[in-house]
């Protein structure tokens, strides 16, 4: 498997739960929306560790550098999880407005995060390691825990 | 070390670069419905309707795209424009005048004014399509990237059959068909240029802003490589002074199926909101079918121009209201304020949809005066209001980042581990 493709379908997948959680919100159902937005950030922070602790540290093996895209990406990392917060904080006021405001710009931070990850950085990875490497890699990252 | 707010932000050129192509865009975009009440502009080659189309292409579209692109470049294509902010300044000052020029010189025609439109427009289109065009080259392509290359080329070409109209307007005598000339220059500008940007931008945005199933990938691949060469083989055929319809068609119907493709996609969205941008993208694709129907039956060019007038604009306003909102939040929060205003504060979910319905409401009237002569000047009411608010938007999306810049508390980015 490459590792775009693993990678890929966990942002899709994340992406999927989102929009059940703001279908939710936008139905005032906050007992829904709290169900998936839990599922949402679980699986967001999941991956965000895989990549932290497995995919950054070997991409940056390739490139020699821990300062380049993936100093930018644990930085946006911390952007969504800064957004993550306030998102809670505003199902657990049931405050609507506030929510799927905070929704479309986790949307737009999420998906310009996730456009420079797998055009770039996914994409570089699948090129220069070979098959077994890879392997390794996504095994890897499915022994990661939150 | 980490150590400040600006590492994403490096990324991204400085708010004023883009919102500065936006507001003068909108102005534009108010020019243009203050010119829709001027007399002739049943005739497509009177002074009037080529200054009108003119600064709706140049001074509204071109505005946008290189504002957009300034931003999105290295956000789509991992590109990073170096110098972005005294480039895109000449390159915002060289569209301006030229635009200006250019519109001056329809009802005056004099060859001071062809010629300085030649040199403000020929700096600024040239000097973006090609630094953009080059950067873009060098990375791993999408089917975004690419199709904003051929969108970029296309622009290229029709700035370049621009320039040899102009001179040919100036008096210098060439060995090729002005009306030829004149067809390729439209075609490369409606079709290559304007519909191909927005394909491309659809590739990138209805699966990410909406959460929809992707276009497919072979048919994302090669659209906007078969749309740009069918324009260049239509080209080449003109210089032997051929002129095959069925290839301007077959564009025009190739670009239809995409529209139906996005509208397909929108209405398989995850995202249960029906946010007014949903609304203005489905706007722009069932205008452009409407244009197609009316290209297909001959239904007169005003009426074609209209529609696809709305095929653009729906795009940019769904655009705009993405952009500028996230832009304003985006930039603030990344700098630590708490105070960043979000996306609904900058833009009100309320306030787009009025300007939705402006904007339809001014489609709505330009059609009914086929039948009615005086809907023509509602639509044109219609249509110039939909900017102002646009431009209001815009202007205040700004306002409210310098107020929260100069008073909003400030996180100390510094603290993070």
């Not at chain 2, 030649?118 to 873009?136: D, E, K, P, R």
């Not at chain 2, 240029?193 to 959460?211: G, H, P």
């Not at chain 2, 005003?302 to 993405?322: H, I, R």
């Not at chain 2, 630590?336 to 787009?352: I, L």
Request: aromatic share 16%; with cysteine.
């Amino acid at each position: 498997m490459h590792i775009s493709q693993y990678l890929t379908k966990e942002h899709r997948d994340c992406d999927d739960i989102f929009a059940k959680a703001e279908a939710a919100a936008a139905k005032g159902d906050f007992k829904l929306t709290k169900e998936e937005f839990l599922k949402f950030a679980d699986e967001t922070l999941l991956h965000f560790k895989k990549e932290e602790e497995q995919f950054f540290p070997a991409f940056e093996e390739i490139t020699g550098s821990s300062e380049g895209p993936t100093m930018v990406m644990r930085y946006e990392h911390d952007q969504v999880r800064g957004l993550l917060g306030k998102m809670a904080q505003a199902i657990e006021s049931e405050d609507k407005d506030a929510y799927l405001s905070l929704a479309e710009s986790m949307m737009i931070l999420l998906q310009q995060h996730n456009m420079k990850e797998e055009q770039m950085l996914y994409a570089m990875a699948d090129r220069v390691l070979n098959p077994q490497k890879k392997e390794e890699l996504i095994s890897k990252m499915e022994e990661v825990k939150l | 070390m980490f150590n400040n707010s600006g590492l994403s932000l490096e990324q991204a050129p400085p708010i004023k670069v883009v919102l500065r192509f936006f507001l003068t865009g909108s102005l534009f975009g108010i020019a243009a419905g203050l010119m829709m009440f001027l007399p002739n502009l049943n005739s497509i080659t009177s002074p009037q309707a080529l200054a009108l189309t003119h600064t709706l292409t140049l001074g509204v579209m071109a505005s946008f795209m290189f504002g957009a692109l300034f931003q999105m470049l290295p956000v789509l294509a991992g590109v990073h424009i170096k110098m972005a902010e005294k480039f895109s300044l000449r390159v915002h000052y060289g569209l301006i005048l030229g635009t200006i020029f250019l519109i001056i010189s329809f009802f005056k025609p004099l060859k001071i004014y062809y010629i300085l439109a030649f040199l403000f427009l020929g700096f600024s289109i040239f000097a973006t399509a090609i630094a953009m065009a080059v950067q873009l080259f060098k990375i791993e392509q999408s089917n975004s990237s690419r199709g904003m290359l051929f969108a970029l080329l296309s622009l290229f070409f029709t700035a370049f059959l621009g320039f040899l109209m102009l001179a040919a307007r100036g008096g210098a005598a060439f060995d090729f068909n002005y009306l030829y000339l004149k067809t390729a220059h439209f075609s490369f500008g409606l079709f290559g240029w304007i519909a191909l940007l927005i394909i491309s931008v659809s590739f990138q945005v209805i699966e990410m802003f909406y959460v929809t199933p992707p276009y497919p990938k072979k048919y994302a691949k090669y659209l906007p490589f078969t749309v740009f060469y069918l324009l260049l083989l239509n080209l080449i055929l003109y210089t032997f002074n051929a002129n095959l319809k069925l290839i301007q068609m077959l564009v025009i119907f190739l670009i239809a199926i995409h529209t139906v493709f996005t509208l397909s996609r929108l209405k398989q969205k995850k995202r249960a909101n029906t946010d007014a941008t949903v609304m203005f993208w489905t706007l722009a694709m069932v205008s452009y079918i409407l244009f197609f129907v009316s290209y297909i039956l001959n239904a007169g060019a005003v009426l074609s121009a209209v529609f696809f007038l709305f095929f653009a604009l729906g795009v940019l306003f769904a655009m705009v209201y993405k952009i500028v909102p996230f832009l304003v939040w985006f930039h603030l929060n990344a700098q630590g304020y708490f105070d960043a205003p979000m996306m609904h504060e900058v833009a009100p979910p309320k306030y787009a949809k009025i300007n939705y319905y402006m904007l339809f409401g001014a489609l709505v009237s330009f059609l009914v005066s086929n039948i009615i002569d005086f809907f023509w000047i509602a639509g044109a009411v219609l249509f110039t209001l939909s900017f102002m608010m646009l431009f209001f938007i815009i202007y205040s999306g700004w306002h409210k980042y310098l107020y929260v810049l100069k008073n909003g508390k400030k996180f100390d980015l510094n603290f993070r581990g």
